[in-house]
DNA sequence: ACACGTGTTATGCG
DNA sequence: TCGCATAACACGTG
């Protein structure tokens, strides 16, 4: 289940093996993943052009399409989503959470959890993988209502959006319209980097807690990008409830923090 | 059988 | 209208 750096990944699989290909078939009959679209607009809306672009904002991802007046693509990989694309050079994928252990299990693509597919004129293939079915497709995603990313949020604007309210510094960081991209893991490992408690109301940080707050933001979001997801962060590896903190020792202890599960050391994290 | 989940969104309350 | 809390969404996994 991706978060910023599994979507950047997926992101990166479009912009290097989906784009300037001729669409020929678009299956968007699955009207929930496809929702609020009747199928047949985005098929109707794409069939004839191309994918010029992929960009992403936060947990986001929206291509150009050529062509006067087309809309943009939306899509969202939910919890559970991945993209595959299919080509001449083979198959790459993105968006993948579990490790490349996982990624490789057959088991894991049955044919009825593709929700999504674009049909290439070259005989390939662009498709979502969901078997959660809370990804989504859609034409002119509403992008704005986003938070500035988390990998490039600038100092000033990561002190005014996160170090405000009464709300618990994690779900600050959770909400996707003050900053973009992080997820529930991401933001158990940057809380646990910044030694911060999780259950701080966001207001009442520092200047100098919500600057180490926005490093460990980007220095975690650049290293998982850089080794293969969320899941090979360092604190990530110990949730669960024997697990014990990797600097201290102490047990790691649970909590629920914006509604979802929280570890965290009660040691350091103050 | 049953609880849980790496994400979003609708709804309701003060 | 805003800030916040909670349930709901759909489905696989342990």
């Known amino acids: 289940m991706p978060e910023l750096p599994e979507v950047e990944s997926a992101r990166s699989v479009i912009d290097r093996g989906g784009l300037h290909r001729t669409i020929i078939g678009v299956d968007d009959s699955d009207t929930w993943e496809c929702r609020p679209h009747l199928p047949g607009e985005i098929r109707d809306a794409l069939v004839g052009h191309r994918l010029t672009a992929a960009h992403r904002r936060g947990k986001s991802i929206w291509c150009d399409v050529g062509g006067d007046g087309s809309p943009t693509l939306g899509i969202h990989l939910g919890m559970s989503g991945r993209i595959l694309v299919s080509g001449p050079g083979g198959t790459a994928e993105g968006g993948d959470y579990q490790g490349t ?52 949020v600038g100092r000033e604007e990561f002190r005014e959006r996160v170090g405000r309210g009464r ?104």
């Open 167 to 270: 709300l618990p510094v994690k779900a600050r960081l959770l909400d996707q319209s003050s900053i973009a991209g992080v997820g529930n893991l991401l933001a158990d490992e940057v809380l646990w980097r910044a030694r911060l408690d999780p259950r701080r109301p966001a207001g009442e940080l520092s200047v100098e807690e919500l600057d180490g707050l926005r490093r460990q933001v980007r220095a975690a979001v650049r290293s998982a990008i850089r080794h293969g997801g969320v899941h090979t962060l360092e604190v990530v590896a110990h949730r669960g409830p024997s697990g014990h903190c990797p600097r201290c020792g102490a047990e790691m202890r649970r909590a629920t923090v914006g509604g979802r599960t929280t570890w965290f050391c009660p040691r350091e994290q103050v």
């Open 101 to 152: 252990g996982r990624r490789a299990d057959p088991a894991r693509r049955r044919e009825e959890w593709f929700r999504f597919t674009l049909e290439f004129e070259d005989g390939g293939a662009l498709r979502l993988l969901d078997p959660r079915r809370l990804g989504r497709v859609r034409l002119d995603p509403d992008v704005d209502a986003l938070g500035p990313d988390a990998a490039e």
